[in-house]
């Protein structure tokens, strides 16, 4: 996922870079996985606020503990 901004822009703010997630979020219909690399203290936060803000969405959590190489 990416938040779109040409090269004199400011990089994006976490707030806007959280509405990028939660706009991939609303648009999946039925199954769909969105990655968020983030830290642990950090992804807390993250997952109650998007449990507030989409409830209408079965969300569930997959925390990876070592590196990946191949996503």
């Known amino acids: 996922m990416s938040v779109a901004k040409s090269s004199n ?3 994006p703010s ?3 870079i959280y509405q990028a997630f939660l706009r991939s979020l609303r648009r999946r219909r039925g199954f769909g996985i969105v990655f968020m690399q983030c830290p642990p203290a950090e992804a807390k936060r993250i997952i109650g ?3 507030q803000d989409l409830p209408q969405k079965q969300i569930a959590t997959l925390t990876l ?3 990946i190489d191949n996503l």
């Open 9 to 11: 822009d400011t990089p």
């Open 65 to 67: 503990t070592e590196p």
């Open 49 to 51: 606020r998007v449990h």
């Open 14 to 16: 976490k707030e806007e």
